[in-house]
């Protein structure tokens, strides 16, 4: 299959395995530096608004992490603030350090690095089921009026760069690699 050019047509050479490889690395990394970026938004902004009884109250994740902390809620609170916050940063991370550590870290730290990122995106997805039971349990007829926030949306978009990178990459280069050595 020939490669051309988006733009203006023209067909590409046909680099080498290394050349795609460099392209992969760029695209994860890419996708992980944007997800990265809008990860404060993601946190910070609204998530839902919720009123009832006439009292209304817009939470975010870390308000509502931090909220739940405040009022007991220690197991609940600390699940949501380790899987919506801290595991979703790791993964990233661990992940662009996988991809451009090629010049700080040898190959088998970047295979541990690899595992790392499939463990934490096992336990990161835990808070897509966290918000659809909140909001499932907060939906009690016409007592609640539940709204989702622009935080939703954001932290939604997180999440689905958060899988395209990791889709992106191939873990098998890093086996490749060793067995190259």
Do not use: N
Request: aromatic share 8%; charged share 20%; proline share 3%.
């Amino acid at each position: 299959m020939a490669y051309r050019c988006g733009r203006c047509g023209e067909r590409l050479p046909q680099g080498s395995g290394g050349d795609r490889a460099r392209v992969v690395s760029t695209r994860v990394a890419a996708l992980c530096l944007t997800a990265l970026g809008l990860f404060p938004a993601a946190v910070l902004l609204p998530v839902f608004h919720v009123e009832q009884f006439g009292r209304s109250v817009d939470a975010s994740l870390w308000s509502g992490s931090l909220g739940l902390l405040d009022r007991g809620e220690v197991f609940v609170g600390l699940l949501v603030l380790v899987c919506s916050l801290c595991l979703p940063v790791l993964k990233l991370s661990a992940l662009l350090l996988v991809t451009g550590g090629r010049r700080w870290l040898d190959a088998r730290h970047r295979r541990l690095g690899w595992r790392l990122v499939e463990w934490t995106g096992r336990w990161g997805m835990l808070d897509v089921l966290l918000v659809a039971v909140l909001v499932a349990w907060m939906k009690m007829g016409d007592l609640v009026d539940f709204r989702v926030g622009p935080g939703l949306v954001v932290f939604a978009s997180v999440v689905l760069l958060s899988l395209a990178a990791s889709a992106q990459y191939d873990p098998h280069a890093l086996w490749d690699e060793a067995d190259s050595a």
